[in-house]
């Protein structure tokens, strides 16, 4: 296919996602009122006054789903990852109204991320070899490449689920990730990928007028998981087919910023000799907020990291190795500084580290619903 028809077709699944997704949300806005899925404020830690509806990742779904039926390659695989989704989005609704327990989302989640790796063979089965001693450039899994691919594809859907903590901030992380795997798709002539990507952007796009701060609707679980599913399993069709250094590298780039969040917060309540699963207030985004940065600007940094790193991500798809895995090593090095800087700052303007919040599910201080930590 010539290069200009590939590009039109990335461009038409784009603005099609996104218009649609405009055009949806405020009916989905009604449907939330309508079934009761609605954030109320409760005291005086929301910074929202009004109650304001969630549920608003329903139309993000529906956009991106349309788009893809125009536009994208429906095969066998696709299609699972397609149905792996809808369940995904099912219990988002459910949990969005109804407040469902950890174990039972838990279990689902499992299931939709099993039906793509069972049957229709999404799965990672090789990394680079690191060990300079061994022979073959491949570390290969065999039978661990299923519970691994399931592992992996749970855990984004919950990372991305754990940062939607400020306005607009889990839907712009994610266009920036979506947008990263397009342009690497591009590159490796992932075409499918490439599409599939360029209308899920174009359904977070479409939709942040309205979850920008002051944020007129949530994504709520609908939609956070949803994104955390399709950067998932995407990552695994385009990103770990890479036979060559950057192909462990790259999907953690592009997905780092949640990566780091969830892994941050297990070592942090493991550390404290609490569960894992047991809620804090120590996420990423809470503490630029109590460093006195107001959501605006706290999301702000956070989209510049993100997009900081899906920036070293492509150049690291489209350097030599050598440059790779120097531009690689700096990112590190330049992320804990930054990591060592925000912690010090806190403790240096507070004297401790934030109160944690009560073990219950309840909305933070941003307005939106407190994503249950217990899936961490």
Same mark, same amino acid.
């Given at each position: 296919?010539?290069?200009?028809?590939?590009?039109?077709?990335?461009?038409?699944?784009?603005?099609?996602?996104?218009?649609?997704?405009?055009?949806?949300?405020?009916?989905?806005?009604?449907?939330?009122?309508?079934?009761?899925?609605?954030?109320? /404020?409760?005291?005086?830690?929301?910074?929202?006054?009004?109650?304001?509806?969630?549920?608003?990742?329903?139309?993000?779904?529906?956009?991106?789903?349309?788009?893809?039926?125009?536009?994208?390659?429906?095969?066998?695989?696709?299609?699972?990852?397609?149905?792996?989704?809808?369940?995904?989005?099912?219990?988002?609704?459910?949990?969005?109204?109804?407040?469902?327990?950890?174990?039972?989302?838990?279990?689902?989640?499992?299931?939709?991320?099993?039906?793509?790796?069972?049957?229709?063979?999404?799965?990672?089965?090789?990394?680079?070899?690191?060990?300079?001693?061994?022979?073959?450039?491949?570390?290969?899994?065999?039978?661990?490449?299923?519970?691994?691919?399931? *592992?992996?594809?749970?855990?984004?859907?919950?990372?991305?689920?754990?940062?939607?903590?400020?306005?607009?901030?889990?839907?712009?992380?994610?266009?920036?990730?979506?947008?990263?795997?397009?342009?690497?798709?591009?590159?490796?002539?992932?075409?499918?990928?490439?599409?599939?990507?360029?209308?899920?952007?174009?359904?977070?796009?479409?939709?942040?007028?309205?979850?920008?701060?002051?944020?007129? *609707?949530?994504?709520?679980?609908?939609?956070?998981?949803?994104?955390?599913?399709?950067?998932?399993?995407?990552?695994?069709?385009?990103?770990?087919?890479?036979?060559?250094?950057?192909?462990?590298?790259?999907?953690?780039?592009?997905?780092?910023?949640?990566?780091?969040?969830?892994?941050?917060?297990?070592?942090?309540?493991?550390?404290?000799?609490?569960?894992?699963?047991?809620?804090?207030?120590?996420?990423?985004?809470?503490?630029?907020?109590?460093?006195?940065?107001?959501?605006?600007?706290?999301?702000?940094?956070?989209?510049?990291?993100?997009?900081?790193?899906?920036?070293?991500?492509?150049?690291?798809?489209?350097?030599?190795?050598?440059?790779?895995?120097?531009?690689?090593?700096?990112?590190?090095?330049?992320?804990?500084?930054?990591?060592?800087?925000?912690?010090?700052?806190?403790?240096?303007?507070?004297?401790?580290?934030?109160?944690?919040?009560? /073990?219950?599910?309840?909305?933070?201080?941003?307005?939106?619903?407190?994503?249950?930590?217990?899936?961490?």
């Amino acid at each position: 296919m010539p290069e200009y028809i590939v590009i039109g077709v990335i461009v038409g699944a784009f603005l099609v996602a996104g218009v649609l997704s405009y055009l949806f949300t405020p009916y989905v806005k009604k449907f939330a009122q309508k079934v009761g899925a609605i954030d109320v /404020p409760k005291d005086n830690r929301r910074m929202h006054k009004e109650p304001i509806p969630r549920l608003g990742g329903l139309g993000i779904f529906m956009a991106f789903l349309c788009s893809v039926l125009i536009f994208g390659r429906l095969d066998m695989q696709m299609l699972c990852v397609l149905f792996g989704a809808l369940l995904i989005v099912v219990l988002g609704i459910f949990d969005d109204i109804m407040a469902l327990g950890a174990k039972l989302k838990f279990v689902v989640q499992i299931v939709a991320a099993a039906i793509p790796v069972c049957i229709g063979g999404l799965r990672i089965d090789m990394f680079t070899n690191l060990n300079p001693f061994s022979d073959s450039p491949y570390f290969h899994l065999g039978m661990l490449a299923i519970p691994v691919t399931i *592992i992996w594809i749970v855990g984004i859907t919950n990372a991305v689920n754990l940062i939607d903590g400020l306005d607009g901030l889990a839907v712009g992380v994610s266009s920036i990730a979506a947008i990263t795997m397009l342009a690497v798709a591009l590159l490796t002539g992932e075409m499918g990928i490439a599409i599939t990507m360029g209308a899920l952007a174009g359904a977070c796009v479409g939709f942040m007028p309205y979850n920008l701060n002051p944020a007129k *609707i949530f994504m709520g679980d609908t939609g956070s998981t949803f994104l955390g599913y399709m950067l998932a399993t995407a990552s695994i069709m385009g990103l770990f087919k890479f036979y060559a250094v950057i192909s462990f590298a790259v999907p953690f780039l592009i997905l780092g910023l949640p990566i780091f969040d969830t892994a941050n917060a297990i070592i942090r309540r493991v550390a404290a000799g609490r569960s894992p699963m047991s809620p804090d207030r120590g996420h990423v985004h809470h503490k630029l907020i109590d460093m006195g940065f107001n959501q605006k600007q706290a999301v702000a940094i956070l989209y510049a990291i993100s997009g900081t790193l899906g920036l070293t991500a492509v150049v690291l798809t489209s350097s030599g190795e050598v440059k790779a895995i120097f531009l690689l090593l700096a990112v590190i090095v330049a992320t804990i500084v930054g990591a060592c800087v925000i912690y010090g700052a806190e403790h240096h303007m507070f004297g401790k580290p934030p109160q944690e919040q009560p /073990p219950e599910d309840k909305k933070d201080e941003t307005g939106q619903k407190e994503k249950d930590d217990e899936q961490d």
